[in-house]
């Protein structure tokens, strides 16, 4: 998280987090997702050869363990030791030359051995890498060995020193901004911020007291009291100073109130989808203290005190219009006693006009009214939405708002099987076995006349081959040529 800005192949750095976490999690399935997300990092550009070489290593450990364990399709046909010592070579190489090609920094090229010293890579790594190169490939139990040295050397010099980074800058910005919020400092506090913490790190620390797996809060900073506890007293609740933190912030981020208004939507709706009955003591205030934020970010007394400036105020309608289209169209989960607070939070984004008129929302509203008139036919759209395989929006990407469907479990798909468990205990009665010979009965009745129809169609297609396959002499194919044809049709 250097100053200096970089084009990275993940969203932000909560995704890489994640990523790390599941790459070396003692789950499978874990793994799998890891694995899928740094195949679309590859498709988006240049991947670092540390993200690249971890997930390989990862992959070929993971299918020799569902191979032995024979729980995956990958399990079906095991590889064999040629095939498994090629595959641990060639990472081993490609992970080797790319960490020590960075090192390559003068005008004359460096010993490979002497680069890899200077990184900390022990010598018979190099010398194997040599070996796998020019001379014998060296044994699998060898080749696995190195593969999880490197892997631990991954860990502990890129994965784990990120991670720390991470929270570094956590802590740095709370001690900002913790005493700002209590009053006890001046507006110098943002001397130590940019832009890119006040997204990263400042507004999540505000509204859910956590960033990067660093808590700093029971819950967010603008939910607390300056005792570390939650606010339950809405009366008391300190408008102005936490107003001209905001704004302050805001000074450092043209998309700070934007962002703001995003996470206390989420904040929101994350608290209306849980029943009161397994909900902490202060979520009613929590949720009345997300209203009051709402109403005040697309009123008109912040656009005032953002002295109307075109582009925040722009980015606030952009991200509302987001925020009201996934209320609207995605079933978003909410307990039956705060349904009149979900409510309360689109009346509260519709009460903006910025909003209510935002093209993403009359796209939906119109795309809705089409649809609702028709039942199972196709329609024909104007358009495609921009960036169909990308996010098709700036401020509804925060993972609750997201919607991950594993392909795993496509049960729309024609060849989709459901399996349920079934209850020991029940017994069919007579009733329910004539209906089940009944159904049973119309399967079979269906598959004969399909295979009728099927055989229809053959006889069809041997009389036409045997019609039209006549030579200029007006003479019938030979039968081993007719049998040929036959062979090649797919129907046989």
Same mark, same amino acid.
């Given at each position: 998280?250097?100053?200096?800005a970089q084009?990275?192949a993940?969203?932000?750095?909560?995704?890489?987090?994640?990523? +790390?976490?599941e790459?070396?999690a003692?789950d499978v399935g874990?793994q799998?997702h890891?694995?899928s997300?740094i195949?679309?990092?590859?498709?988006?550009?240049?991947?670092?050869?540390?993200?690249?070489?971890?997930?390989q290593?990862?992959e070929?450990?993971? +299918?020799?363990?569902l191979?032995?364990?024979?729980t995956?399709a990958?399990?079906?046909s095991?590889r064999?030791?040629?095939?498994?010592s090629?595959?641990?070579?060639?990472?081993?190489?490609?992970?080797?030359?790319?960490?020590?090609?960075g090192?390559q920094?003068?005008?004359y090229?460096?010993?490979?051995?002497?680069?890899a010293?200077?990184?900390g890579?022990?010598?018979?790594?190099?010398d194997l890498?040599?070996?796998?190169?020019?001379?014998?490939?060296?044994?699998?139990? %060898?080749?696995?060995?190195?593969?999880?040295?490197?892997?631990?050397?991954?860990?502990s010099?890129?994965?784990?020193?990120?991670?720390t980074?991470?929270?570094?800058?956590?802590g740095?910005?709370? !001690?900002?901004?913790l005493?700002?919020?209590?009053?006890?400092?001046g507006?110098?506090w943002?001397?130590?911020l940019?832009?890119?913490?006040?997204?990263?790190?400042?507004v999540?620390?505000?509204?859910h007291?956590?960033?990067y797996?660093?808590?700093v809060?029971v819950?967010?900073?603008?939910?607390?009291?300056t005792?570390?506890?939650?606010?339950?007293?809405?009366? =008391?609740?300190?408008?102005k100073?936490?107003t001209?933190?905001?704004?302050?912030?805001?000074?450092?981020?043209?998309?700070?109130?934007?962002?703001l208004?995003?996470?206390?939507?989420e904040k929101?709706l994350?608290?209306? =989808?849980v029943?009161?009955?397994?909900?902490?003591a202060?979520?009613a205030?929590a949720?009345?203290?997300?209203?009051?934020?709402?109403k005040?970010l697309?009123?008109?007394?912040?656009?005032?005190?953002?002295k109307?400036?075109?582009e925040?105020?722009?980015?606030?309608?952009?991200?509302?219009a987001?925020?009201?289209?996934h209320?609207l169209?995605?079933?978003?989960p909410?307990?039956n006693? +705060?349904?009149?607070?979900?409510?309360?939070?689109k009346?509260?984004?519709r009460?903006?006009?910025?909003?209510?008129?935002h093209?993403v929302?009359?796209?939906s509203?119109?795309l809705?009214k089409?649809?609702?008139?028709?039942s199972?036919?196709?329609?024909?759209l104007s358009?495609?939405?921009?960036?169909?395989?990308g996010?098709?929006?700036?401020?509804v990407a925060?993972?609750?708002?997201a919607?991950?469907?594993p392909?795993?479990?496509?049960a729309?798909?024609?060849d989709a099987?459901?399996?349920?468990?079934v209850?020991?205990?029940?017994?069919p009665?007579?009733?329910?076995?004539?209906?089940?010979?009944a159904i049973m =009965?119309?399967?079979?009745?269906?598959?004969?006349q399909?295979? +009728? !129809?099927?055989?229809? %169609?053959?006889?069809?297609?041997?009389?036409?081959?045997?019609?039209?396959?006549?030579s200029v002499?007006?003479?019938l194919?030979p039968q081993?040529?007719v049998?040929?044809?036959q062979?090649?049709?797919?129907i046989?």
């Amino acid at each position: 998280m250097s100053k200096r800005a970089q084009l990275v192949a993940w969203i932000d750095w909560r995704e890489w987090q994640l990523v +790390h976490h599941e790459l070396f999690a003692d789950d499978v399935g874990a793994q799998q997702h890891a694995l899928s997300r740094i195949a679309a990092w590859r498709s988006r550009g240049h991947l670092p050869i540390a993200v690249d070489a971890t997930a390989q290593f990862v992959e070929l450990a993971l +299918h020799e363990r569902l191979a032995q364990h024979h729980t995956h399709a990958v399990g079906v046909s095991t590889r064999s030791h040629m095939e498994l010592s090629l595959q641990y070579a060639s990472a081993v190489v490609r992970c080797v030359n790319g960490l020590v090609d960075g090192s390559q920094k003068g005008v004359y090229a460096m010993a490979v051995s002497s680069l890899a010293q200077r990184i900390g890579i022990p010598l018979w790594i190099v010398d194997l890498r040599h070996e796998s190169t020019h001379n014998q490939l060296p044994s699998l139990p %060898v080749l696995r060995f190195a593969a999880r040295h490197l892997l631990a050397w991954l860990r502990s010099n890129y994965w784990m020193p990120q991670e720390t980074t991470l929270r570094s800058h956590v802590g740095q910005c709370a !001690d900002a901004l913790l005493p700002r919020l209590r009053g006890t400092a001046g507006r110098d506090w943002t001397k130590t911020l940019d832009g890119d913490r006040v997204k990263n790190v400042v507004v999540p620390l505000l509204v859910h007291g956590e960033q990067y797996s660093e808590r700093v809060a029971v819950d967010g900073l603008l939910f607390v009291s300056t005792g570390d506890e939650p606010l339950t007293d809405i009366a =008391a609740y300190p408008k102005k100073l936490f107003t001209a933190v905001v704004l302050e912030a805001q000074a450092l981020w043209r998309g700070a109130s934007a962002w703001l208004l995003t996470h206390i939507v989420e904040k929101a709706l994350g608290l209306c =989808a849980v029943p009161s009955t397994d909900a902490p003591a202060h979520q009613a205030a929590a949720i009345a203290i997300c209203l009051w934020w709402i109403k005040l970010l697309v009123g008109n007394e912040w656009r005032e005190r953002l002295k109307f400036a075109a582009e925040p105020i722009e980015d606030v309608y952009q991200a509302g219009a987001e925020l009201l289209h996934h209320c609207l169209v995605h079933a978003t989960p909410c307990a039956n006693e +705060h349904t009149e607070q979900f409510d309360a939070i689109k009346t509260a984004l519709r009460s903006c006009k910025g909003i209510r008129n935002h093209a993403v929302v009359a796209a939906s509203t119109t795309l809705q009214k089409d649809l609702s008139k028709l039942s199972t036919e196709w329609t024909l759209l104007s358009a495609w939405p921009p960036s169909v395989l990308g996010h098709t929006s700036n401020y509804v990407a925060l993972p609750s708002l997201a919607m991950d469907y594993p392909l795993e479990i496509d049960a729309s798909a024609d060849d989709a099987e459901v399996f349920t468990g079934v209850d020991d205990a029940f017994e069919p009665t007579d009733d329910e076995d004539a209906v089940i010979d009944a159904i049973m =009965a119309d399967i079979d009745r269906d598959y004969e006349q399909q295979l +009728h !129809d099927t055989v229809a %169609v053959k006889a069809e297609l041997l009389a036409e081959i045997v019609r039209e396959g006549k030579s200029v002499h007006r003479k019938l194919l030979p039968q081993e040529e007719v049998q040929r044809i036959q062979n090649q049709i797919e129907i046989w």
